[in-house]
């Protein structure tokens, strides 16, 4: 099983750890997996500090997606402000029941 991990982490740990580089199919399919992974990780940071950390990794797995998929981060914030518009922010806390 491989898990992808940030590019200066095979520098850090020189352990007997085996390091691979993905095909560009397996980047990508890893790429999501490790947004899930982060996401996941936001959900049950328990101070500021650690979602701090853990928003910054996910805008980092973001970025690489972005830049994987050739799309400028203004790309997508400019289709995120036409959501705003559309369909409004998610400030006033309003749910529906499904």
């Known amino acids: ?14 352990e007997d750890a085996k ?7 397996e980047y990508r399919l890893s790429l999501r ?3 899930v992974e ?5 959900k049950i940071a328990n101070s500021r500090a650690n979602l701090v950390e853990e928003l910054g ?8 997606i972005l830049t994987d998929a050739s799309i400028t981060y203004e790309e997508m914030d400019s289709i ?3 959501k705003v518009i559309q369909r409004g922010k998610f400030e006033k806390k ?3 029941n499904i």
């Open 57 to 64: 990794d996910l805008e980092e797995v973001l970025r690489a």
């Open 33 to 35: 997996d490790k947004l």
């Open 19 to 25: 390091f691979d580089i993905l095909s560009n199919d």
């Open 38 to 42: 982060e996401a996941k990780e936001v």
């Open 80 to 82: 995120r402000q036409s």
């Open 1 to 14: 099983m491989n898990k992808l991990v940030r590019d200066k982490i095979p520098d850090i740990v020189k």
């Open 94 to 96: 309003v749910s529906i």
